[in-house]
């Protein structure tokens, strides 16, 4: 039987100030995050659900409605474990050049990236994926996922309110600039590539 652990922050809970500050890191992973691992634990107590893995989990949830309390819960660990390592502290890497080959050039991807966090209404993530053989950029509403629709996530961000209301207030579209300019790990989009 699993339990589903706390995933640890690749970096220090103040690490990615002044972009995103200590406290919002400590409100998001420490109680958003723990909350979502400690409903799901709770829901599959007892549940064919405890014999298998996360990921599994969600595809199996993502097919029967009658789960759907387990399907977001685990999404969303699967969702906020992809985000936050995603991003990275003073990190001095470089976009991939299959993205700059598939969106013409670097201000062009992050044009249509920015447009489409912004753009979601309500909650959810905004995300480049492969789908097939393409690239793309979607959005999901609430904890949708796109490893429930068979598409391989890349890259994501995160734009509930919890994620950026405490230092950004509602200038969603600044947090959204930020964050590709200042804290996407463009190495962990590469490896994800790979994939
Ligand atoms: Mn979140």
Same mark, same amino acid.
């Given at each position: 039987?699993?339990?589903?652990?706390?995933?640890?922050?690749?970096?220090?809970?103040?690490?990615?100030?002044?972009?995103?500050?200590?406290?919002?890191?400590?409100?998001?992973? %420490?109680?958003?995050?723990?909350?979502?691992?400690?409903?799901?634990?709770?829901?599959?107590?007892?549940?064919?659900?405890?014999?298998?893995?996360?990921?599994?989990?969600?595809?199996? +949830?993502?097919?029967?409605?009658?789960?759907?309390?387990?399907?977001?819960?685990?999404?969303?660990?699967?969702?906020?474990?992809?985000?936050?390592?995603?991003?990275?502290?003073?990190?001095?890497?470089?976009?991939?050049?299959?993205?700059?080959? +598939?969106?013409?050039?670097? +201000?062009?991807?992050? +044009?249509?990236?920015?447009?489409?966090?912004?753009?979601?209404? %309500?909650? %959810?993530?905004?995300?480049?994926?492969?789908? %097939?053989?393409?690239?793309?950029?979607?959005?999901?509403?609430?904890?949708?996922?796109?490893?429930?629709?068979?598409?391989?996530?890349?890259?994501?961000?995160?734009?509930?309110?919890?994620?950026?209301?405490?230092?950004?207030?509602?200038?969603?579209?600044?947090?959204?600039?930020?964050?590709?300019?200042?804290?996407?790990?463009?190495?962990?989009?590469?490896?994800?590539?790979?994939?």
């Amino acid at each position: 039987m699993f339990t589903i652990e706390q995933f640890p922050l690749p970096y220090a809970t103040d690490a990615l100030a002044p972009y995103i500050s200590q406290e919002t890191i400590e409100t998001h992973h %420490g109680k958003h995050v723990a909350t979502y691992i400690d409903n799901l634990n709770k829901l599959i107590e007892n549940t064919p659900y405890e014999e298998i893995s996360l990921v599994d989990i969600i595809q199996v +949830a993502s097919k029967n409605p009658d789960d759907a309390k387990i399907f977001n819960n685990a999404a969303q660990v699967y969702n906020h474990d992809f985000f936050f390592h995603g991003m990275c502290p003073k990190c001095d890497t470089k976009i991939p050049q299959e993205i700059i080959d +598939a969106f013409g050039n670097e +201000a062009n991807f992050k +044009a249509q990236f920015k447009n489409a966090a912004t753009s979601l209404f %309500g909650s %959810g993530y905004t995300w480049l994926v492969r789908d %097939g053989d393409q690239l793309r950029i979607i959005n999901t509403a609430n904890a949708d996922t796109p490893i429930a629709h068979n598409m391989t996530p890349i890259l994501t961000i995160d734009v509930w309110e919890h994620s950026y209301y405490l230092d950004y207030k509602n200038k969603r579209a600044d947090f959204i600039d930020t964050f590709l300019d200042n804290l996407v790990d463009w190495n962990f989009v590469s490896e994800n590539l790979k994939q």
